[in-house]
């Protein structure tokens, strides 16, 4: 089974400024790991997702992210955040296997201000 | 890209009375399907898998006599609510795993907002 820490509720910032939203997890077995975007009232976006190979992966709208499988992290960061990247965001792990489940964070609210 | 089609993005309906909601993967063949409950400010908590033909699996704590899930094509999906009551009022999510790309290939509906008064 996996578990995933989102370890920010709610995350405040600048227009313009630089964002990072923290991802840990938890898995007895190899994992892929993704980010969601969720804007009110709407599914899920796929942002970016490691599942092997380069441990750092960019995503759409600018977003990257980076698997660090000593400290069990994959937090998403963008240099300049807009306006429109207001949103609900959350990580989300599934293991290697065919069948595993999505298991998600509980999400990171993040609100740009002007 | 693949297309996830959920319908309808908001109903609202009267307590005791049933309602439907469909999962169309629009492009490609979905042989499992997943259905999500959301609550207000919180994540998604997955209701039950279904597999194109068989029954679905339930996640502990699921009616699976109130929410009826149908996965009667390689295309389609269907959820419905029996006998809905206000505390049923959510948003629903469906997602469909597509046959190509296993390893990463799942794709999320927009949601439906069901209200029940």
């Known amino acids: 089974a996996q578990s995933v820490t989102q370890l920010d509720s709610q995350v405040p910032v600048f227009e313009e400024a630089p964002v990072e939203l923290r991802c840990n997890y938890s898995?007895?077995?190899?994992?892929?790991l993704f980010w969601y975007v969720q804007y009110p009232n709407q599914g899920l976006q796929l942002l970016l997702k490691?599942?092997?190979?380069?441990?750092l992966v960019k995503g759409i709208n600018g977003f990257e992210a980076e698997f660090n499988k000593s400290q069990t992290s994959f937090h998403l960061r963008k240099p300049s955040v807009h306006i429109s990247d207001t949103a609900e965001y959350f990580c989300?792990?599934?293991?290697?296997?065919?069948?595993?489940?999505?298991?998600f964070g509980e999400g990171t609210q993040l609100t740009v201000n002007p | 890209g693949a297309v996830v089609s959920q319908h309808p993005s908001r109903v609202i309906c009267k307590s005791g009375t049933s309602v439907k909601i469909e999962c169309r993967s629009l492009?490609?063949?979905?042989?499992?399907m997943f259905w999500y409950r959301q609550f207000p400010k919180q994540s998604l908590m997955l209701m039950a898998t279904?597999?194109?033909?068989?029954?679905?699996?339930?996640e502990q704590g699921v009616e699976k006599d109130k929410f009826l899930i149908n996965h009667a094509s390689l295309t389609l999906s269907t959820l419905t609510v029996t006998s809905a009551h206000p505390e049923d009022s959510s948003f629903y999510i469906c997602?469909?795993?597509?046959?190509?790309?296993?390893?990463?290939?799942?794709?999320f509906g927009n949601g439906t907002r069901l209200t029940v008064t």
């Open positions: 997602s469909a795993r597509s046959r190509v790309g296993q390893s990463g290939g799942i794709h």
């Open positions: 898995s007895s077995v190899s994992v892929y």
């Open positions: 490691y599942l092997s190979g380069s441990t």
């Open positions: 989300a792990v599934r293991g290697e296997t065919s069948g595993s489940r999505l298991t």
């Open positions: 492009d490609f063949q979905a042989t499992t």
């Open positions: 279904s597999n194109e033909g068989s029954k679905a699996t339930y």
